[in-house]
C-alpha cells in the first residue's frame, strides 16, 4: 500500500491563493482527484486527473502537478472555500485519501 | 436529479452484521465504476471497497477484507456492501461515490 502526504491545515485571507499539497510516490504514475468537503456535507468533487475541473466546479480552483507531488490551487479564495481538502488516487488495488487539509479562510 | 441514496445503516453490536444499499437515479448507473467510501467521527475520509461498472472487478481496503462484501445490481440502479463480524472501529458514516457523485451518507454505530 501507500500514502498520500497532505498538511494538516492552510490559512488564508479573504483574495489570497491558497495552496494546498498533496505528496505520495504514486503521484508520479497515477493521476490525483481533490475533493472539498464542508462540515456536515458529502465530499465534492474540484479536481480531477490532475488538473481537470469538472462543470460548476468555479475558475479559481485549479491543480497541477510535479513529481510526487500535486497542488490544489484556489485563486482569490472567499469565504464559502473554508472546507476540508482531500486528494485521493488509486494504482489497481491500492486506493488512498490523504489525510485532508483544513483550510481557513479569514 | 442525478442522485445517490443509501440506506441500511444502524447500530450493531460487535460481531455483529449490516447491509448497506444504495439507490442510482438519473444517470446511467451501469456505466459508472462505484466505490463505498467512510468517514469515522472527526476523521478524514477512507477509501473502503470499488466494484467496476460490470462487477468483475473488486478491490478492498485491508482494513476490511475477509469481512465485507461490495456488490451491484445494474438492473435495480443499486450497490451493495454486505458488512459482517463488525468492529468498534468500523463506526462512521458510509458514503457510496462514483467519485464524481456522492450519496449523503449512512451512518453505521458498533457497539455493544
Known amino acids: 500500500s501507500y500514502e498520500l502526504t497532505q498538511p494538516s491545515s492552510v490559512s488564508v485571507s479573504p483574495g489570497q491563493t491558497a495552496r494546498i499539497t498533496c505528496s505520495g510516490d504514486?503521484?508520479?504514475?497515477?493521476?490525483a482527484r481533490w475533493f472539498q468537503q464542508k462540515p456536515g456535507q458529502a465530499p465534492v468533487l474540484v479536481i480531477y486527473k490532475d488538473s481537470e475541473r469538472p462543470s460548476g466546479i468555479p475558475e479559481r480552483f485549479s491543480g497541477s502537478s510535479s513529481g510526487t507531488t500535486v497542488t490544489l490551487t484556489i485563486s482569490g479564495a472567499q469565504v464559502e472555500d473554508e472546507a476540508d481538502y482531500y486528494c485521493?488516487?488509486?494504482?489497481?488495488?491500492?486506493?488512498?485519501f490523504g489525510g485532508g487539509t483544513k483550510l481557513t479562510v479569514l | 436529479e442525478v442522485q445517490l441514496v443509501e440506506s441500511g445503516g444502524g447500530l450493531v453490536q460487535p460481531g455483529g452484521s449490516l447491509r448497506l444499499s444504495c439507490a442510482a437515479s438519473g444517470f446511467t448507473f451501469s456505466s459508472y465504476e462505484m466505490n463505498w467510501v467512510r468517514q469515522a467521527p472527526g476523521k478524514g475520509l477512507e477509501w473502503v471497497s470499488y466494484i467496476s461498472s460490470s462487477g468483475s472487478t473488486i478491490y478492498y481496503a485491508d482494513s476490511v477484507k475477509g469481512r465485507f462484501t461490495i456488490s451491484r445490481d445494474n438492473a435495480k440502479n443499486s450497490l451493495y456492501l454486505q458488512m459482517n463480524s463488525l468492529r468498534a472501529e468500523d463506526t462512521a458514516v458510509y458514503y457510496c461515490?462514483?467519485?464524481?457523485?456522492w450519496g449523503q451518507g449512512t451512518m453505521v454505530t458498533v457497539s455493544s
Open positions: 504514486v503521484l508520479a504514475k497515477k493521476y
Open positions: 461515490a462514483s467519485f464524481d457523485i
Open positions: 485521493y488516487s488509486a494504482a489497481d488495488n491500492n486506493r488512498v
